[in-house]
């Protein structure tokens, strides 16, 4: 009988100016068994070569740092060839910001506020590197629905639309509107798998990188309206 071998941990590089934050985040992260902590960055320059060095699951990543700072560092690294695999969380002072949106807009898995209950970071990093978007409990479609009446979307995104069949258009919206895939498959009477499939058809349709690029592209191109829930 073959041993079963153990999940490794989930990876994770810390990206902020302020050390003691990092120090407390690390203690904190690694005292989880799943979880380890393989690098720290003070800027974004150095946000960037850690990732590409060592590929970790998780990048928490602070918006505000000296020199490059997190925004244009997750879009950099949400645009490199080598980081499919990495899941860029933001790491925020105030949950309502613009440029939290922006950093969402261009890749972002999802986002944390600063002063969040340890448990709720734990569980951040975990669903991100899991690829799951962090939705809930809304704070982070309340944000896109604020915001993203103001920007444009990609061409490329909103062109694709028209590529979308009759059946993934509606999917769209329910992932926009903030659905889970077993919750589109009960509203839609098909199996979860199916659902999933959809979803996965519809980002690559869309060139979006995860669940977070498509709820901000339902709301951009006005699939989605801000106020909207699911009767």
Avoid: C
Wanted: charged share 25%.
């Amino acid at each position: 009988m073959t041993a079963r071998q153990p999940t490794p941990p989930i990876r994770v590089v810390l990206a902020d100016d302020q050390a003691l934050l990092r120090a407390g985040i690390r203690v904190l992260l690694e005292t989880q068994p799943d979880i380890a902590v393989v690098g720290e960055a003070g800027d974004g320059e150095a946000a960037i070569a850690l990732t590409t060095r060592l590929r970790p699951d998780v990048v928490l990543m602070d918006i505000r740092m000296p020199g490059l700072d997190g925004l244009a560092a997750a879009k950099r690294i949400a645009a490199g060839p080598d980081s499919s695999g990495t899941r860029v969380v933001i790491l925020t002072t105030f949950d309502l910001d613009e440029y939290v949106f922006e950093a969402l807009r261009i890749g972002a898995a999802g986002f944390l506020v600063k002063n969040s209950e340890p448990d709720e970071l734990v569980r951040g990093v975990r669903a991100a590197a899991a690829g799951d978007a962090l939705l809930a409990p809304g704070v982070t479609r309340r944000l896109i629905a604020e915001y993203s009446q103001r920007a444009k979307p990609a061409p490329a995104a909103a062109a694709g639309l028209s590529a979308l069949t009759e059946r993934e258009r509606e999917v769209l919206v329910l992932v926009g509107l903030g659905l889970s895939n077993d919750d589109i498959a009960a509203r839609l009477v098909v199996s979860p798998l199916t659902a999933k499939t959809h979803v996965s058809r519809i980002m690559l349709k869309l060139a979006v990188r995860d669940r977070v690029g498509l709820v901000v592209l339902a709301y951009e191109t006005g699939l989605v309206r801000p106020g909207w829930t699911v009767s």
